[in-house]
């Protein structure tokens, strides 16, 4: 039985990351004309990116168990 993938948890994932690509693009847009205003998205992207990080690791985390526990029923 191939390890179980945690497609939920990577979508949402993937929304942190977009959210995070957003944030940063408007952190660009606004650095000249808002520098306080950018660093605060710049923040939040780094708290969008490491929650997606966290989220990809644990899914790493689990298939990883899952093969493991597979050998050793082998």
Do not use: C, H, R, Y
Not at 14 to 20: I, K
Not at 32 to 51: C, F, G, R, T, V
Request: hydrophobic content about 40%; charged content about 15%.
């Amino acid at each position: 039985m191939p390890a179980q993938i945690n497609t939920d948890q990577l979508k949402k994932a993937e929304v942190s990351a977009t959210l995070a690509k957003t944030l940063i693009t408007q952190a660009i847009e606004q650095s000249a004309a808002n520098p306080q205003l950018a660093e605060q998205a710049l923040k939040q992207a780094s708290e969008e990116i490491a929650q997606a990080q966290t989220m990809v690791s644990q899914v790493q985390s689990t298939i990883q168990t899952q093969s493991q526990q597979q050998g050793q029923q082998a």
